[in-house]
């Protein structure tokens, strides 16, 4: 069994900071990538940020320069540190991570999604 825990969602005043953490546990051989994405109501999950397990970092173009994604491989931990925050940020957060897990001696490559965390910023 392997579990993805999110922490730091918020309300937040628009211009301020939040930090989200996503950590991963149980089964777990090696994680590959890690990312957060986002959802708002009738709306699309959308990716907001990924990074590699080489430190190889990806952004929407709505959060460049604003949100910066990193990575803790020894926690098996992955973080969101969001600045200038603006209303239309404001939807539940998801970390997802594609993790290889062993069972009865075959690798199992699998990925797994956070239970989402609220990030709203008012204006």
């Known amino acids: 069994q392997v579990q993805l825990v999110e922490s730091g969602g918020g309300l937040v005043q628009a211009g301020g900071s939040l930090r989200l953490s996503c950590a991963a546990s149980?089964?777990?051989?090696?994680?590959?990538?890690m990312g957060w994405y986002r959802q708002g109501p009738g709306k699309q999950r959308e990716s907001v940020a990924t990074?590699?397990?080489?430190?190889?970092?990806n952004y929407a173009d709505s959060v460049k320069g604003r949100f910066t994604i990193s990575r803790d491989n020894a926690k098996n931990t992955v973080y969101l540190q969001m600045n200038s925050l603006k209303p239309e940020d404001t939807d539940v957060y998801y970390c997802?991570?594609?993790?290889?897990?062993?069972?009865?001696?075959?690798?199992?490559?699998?990925?797994?999604w956070g239970q989402g965390t609220q990030v709203t910023v008012s204006s």
């Open positions: 997802n991570a594609e993790i290889v897990s062993p069972h009865g001696g075959i690798w199992y490559t699998r990925d797994y």
């Open positions: 990074i590699t397990s080489a430190g190889d970092t």
């Open positions: 149980g089964n777990i051989f090696s994680i590959n990538a």
